[in-house]
């Protein structure tokens, strides 16, 4: 596929993002903001939507009502009746609103007088009130790249949603323990160009973020969500991107699908095809009988309970299910996640993939024939229980003929290979409403005050320190960029000059990113180990060259932390000087023969001896000595 010219096309670009505060309590409670797996109790609950002062119904909450799924909340340590919806919110947290007007200040933002939270409508049981509470913090604001001005729209407070811990088609269950912990949701203007561009401003927000020193760290703790539009198309949200580095990916991705879904309507056009004909030419046939002996594996299973299959005729759309929109996604795979997300089927096959999964070319031909399918139209044969076959067959002729329009407006879902998939709906107005169980917040001169703590610093200023500290430019570029620089202060502040801030920062970044490409699983790799293993170098337990070799073991392996250490113990001089000695006398012979490189090879089978248990300088200088 050709590369597109993202100016040409009018790509605009928003962000928003998302990010956790390492507060003591949670927004609209006393809470502490901590995880918890175990809990005490649970709650079963059923939401609905209501309708708005206006009258009217979210057109996204009415799309996750009529799922009819029960929501299941495990009620952990960490929360109170408020997060259960049996206790009115409190007031808004103080040391989150200053984070949040600390942060509004750094990117020239006006804050608004009064703080007012509202509900925004979600029924997907994220929230067990139906809701989440939002406030908006200011308005308006900037921020540099490249000598561009990037917009930012608005800065606001929201508490985060319950943690989901298991989904299937009819229950869904929460843990409670993150539902509150505060949020800071930062919105750009649509003034980014290019998918570089938006990975770049994501950077220096994050950044930004970080060097208030009060943001959380690891998975889920800040999410990326992106605004796309390109000329003719529509704003496409995409909801859930968890990495910087997929937010080109993902954004050339959509520009992509988008142009791909304009020139889809511009050959319809062509066709002289309208939504008239494909609807009043739009036949469904039950084709149970035809193709119950099928080879088809997924066909095959639907049947053994009791399900049927459904044959449609798609007039003059033949080549138009198989065109490709993005990587391993077709027209048709729009269609079938209309189809996975409304109606809850996903046996659904069309006539431009066909003869595939089982299904021969013989059963094609008599499919054809029963549907009366002349050369330039397609079909679609799905599976599934009855009442659920209804409603997929209705959603798939509104797919259809949305393909007449172009883009549809909708919220999608990131995908881990830089793709995306249909969400929902998009919301609409009506999702909004004031909560009347807060009052309103001035921000006065204590919240102004107490926010200078946490205005950060300027990201050049901080970059000098570091290389004050001791750490080269790049190493201190790497760090600066950090999600554990607050970390790594920290850690100094502890054991250094001891332990040098130059090992501290290699370990958190260079360390951590050689395990993850020896295949090491990082996520076991948390703060808490790391601070252990930079303690342990502090009071001489594991040498510094250990702390290499047993993350990449506890990375690689099911042992735990202690049972590693145990293997690293430091040797002391006199064992380290035996084994040399041992060494050297093994190879006489060798270093003999080859006097200008006796101490390689002395050095390297000392090393495989004595890896990760002795320090790397001492076992020079010992070698040398001994060698003379």
Known sequence: MMELDYSKIGLKVGLEIHQQLNTVHKLFCKCPTTLHEEYHTQLERYLRPSFSELGEVDVAALF?????????YRVPPNSCLV????????????????????????????????????RKIVIDGSNTSGFQRTAIISLGGYIEDNGQRIGIQTIALE????????????????????????LIEISTAPDIKTPEQAERVALKIGQLLRLTGKVKRGIGTIRQDLNVSIQGGVKTEIKGVQLLELIPDIISNEARRQYELLRIKEELQKRNLNKDIVKNSFKIVDLTEELKDTNSKIIRKELEKNGRI??????????????????????????????????????????DELPNYGITKEEVEKVRKI???????????????????????????????????????ETRAALDDGTTKFMRPQPGSARMYPETDIPPRRIDERILELSKQFIPEQPEIKLKKLIELGLSKDLASIM???????LFEELVKKYSPKVSPTFIASTLEITVKYVKSKGGD???????????????????KISKDAVQEILLELATSKTQLNEIIKKYTPLNEVELEKIILETIEENRK?????????????????????????????????????LR
């Open 480 to 486: 600066l960029n950090s999600l554990r620089l607050d």
């Open 522 to 540: 990082i996520s076991v790799i948390t703060d808490n180990i790391l601070e252990e293993l930079i303690k342990y170098v502090y009071e001489d």
């Open 310 to 351: 459904y044959g449609l005729k798609i007039a003059g759309f033949r080549g138009i299910l198989g065109w490709q929109l993005m990587p391993n996604r077709r027209f048709g795979t729009e269609v079938a996640d209309y189809v996975r997300a409304l109606a809850g089927l996903g046996g659904l096959f069309h006539s």
């Open 64 to 72: 996750e009502w009529k799922k009819g799924k029960k929501y299941v």
């Open 590 to 626: 060798e270093i003999e023969k080859k006097k200008d490189k006796a101490f390689n090879i002395i050095m390297s089978k000392v090393m495989n001896k004595v890896r990760g248990r002795a320090d790397s300088k001492k076992v020079i200088e010992l070698i040398k000595k001994h």
């Open 83 to 118: 997060e259960c919806d049996e206790e009115p919110p409190h007031i808004i947290d103080e040391e989150a609103l200053s984070i949040a007007v600390a942060v509004s200040l750094a990117l020239h933002s006006t804050l608004v007088d009064e703080v007012y939270v509202m």
């Open 159 to 182: 508490e985060d949603a319950s943690r989901k811990i298991t989904d299937s088609l009819t229950e869904t269950v929460y843990n409670l323990d993150r539902l509150g912990i505060p």
């Open 371 to 409: 549907l009366r399918i002349n050369e330039n139209d397609a079909f679609i044969i799905i599976v599934g229980p009855k009442e659920k076959l209804d409603i997929a067959t209705n959603t798939i002729l509104n797919r259809i003929l949305y393909a007449f329009d172009g883009v549809p407006k």
